[in-house]
């Protein structure tokens, strides 16, 4: 079966991708969000699906995840929002969220509901690579959904090639060690670290993320990579214009 993530690698070109969490700034704000981001010519999205411990997110998402659940969001909620998406946007999406959301709707049940919307892959960073393959590497593969793992300037070579064998699409390249829109651009080890990666000459391509907040660091983080991935820089812009001028923030990255 095909999927939208991969053939969307195959383009000649650096990928922008946006992260933002369904249900802010308000409740029924997440399919404007999505066909916007496309029509301005994003080449991904992310949705994030908030939770209500979201140990890797930053102050910036935290507070978006907080207040998309006081909004009503609900994961029953997001596929009521997203049935139809595919109607009238072609771009990849992938859900990030956390494990245990998944696990209370039924891990197989979650993975169906996104193949029959059009959800081309998730992102649980909270789900271990053995555990994934252990016990749902086959669902995931049954509704043709690829499984984004990251990696950190922290892992070790070994775990790379482990998760590098164990993806079909590209490897979320977290920039820094620390949590989401805590960094304003990128030092040395950070270049040192992509420089590592390339190195390595992995089968998956990278996409970066974390830090990545305007043209420059969009550049920096994609020098070496496939693409790029924003997410806090994105919040705050609709924390700030709720989901007017869009097109203005993805023309200030471009």
Do not use: W
């Not at 404007?32 to 010519?41: A, F, P, T, V």
């Not at 994030?48 to 006081?70: E, H, N, V, Y």
């Not at 072609?90 to 509901?113: D, H, R, T």
Request: glycine share 8%; hydrophobic share 40%; proline share 4%.
């Amino acid at each position: 079966m095909r999927n939208r993530i991969i053939e969307k690698l195959q383009e000649d070109k650096k990928l922008l991708s946006i992260y933002f969490t369904a249900g802010y700034p308000a409740l029924n704000d997440t399919v404007e969000i999505i066909r916007d981001l496309e029509k301005n010519g994003v080449d991904m999205i992310e949705i994030g699906l908030p939770f209500s411990d979201p140990l890797a997110d930053g102050p910036t998402i935290q507070g978006s995840s907080t207040a998309a659940l006081k909004n009503g969001m609900t994961t029953e909620k997001l596929f009521e929002q997203l049935k139809d998406i595919r109607k009238s946007v072609s771009i990849p999406l992938i859900v990030m969220g956390y494990f245990n959301p998944m696990l209370q709707y039924g891990v197989e049940a979650f993975c169906k509901k996104c193949y029959e919307i059009g959800i081309d892959g998730l992102i649980m960073p909270d789900l271990p690579l053995d555990v994934y393959k252990s016990d749902y590497e086959m669902i995931f593969k049954k509704y043709n959904l690829l499984n984004i793992f990251l990696i950190t300037p922290q892992t070790r070579d070994e775990r790379i090639h482990q998760i590098d064998e164990a993806s079909d699409g590209f490897i979320y390249m977290v920039s820094s060690a620390s949590v989401t829109g805590s960094k304003s651009g990128f030092g040395s080890k950070q270049t040192e670290y992509f420089s590592r990666i390339t190195k390595m000459n992995l089968k998956n391509p990278q996409i970066v993320g974390f830090g990545i907040k305007d043209s420059d660091t969009f550049k920096a983080a994609t020098k070496n990579a496939k693409g790029a991935i924003i997410g806090s820089a994105f919040i705050k812009h609709l924390t700030n214009n709720g989901v007017q001028n869009i097109s203005t923030f993805i023309a200030g990255i471009r």
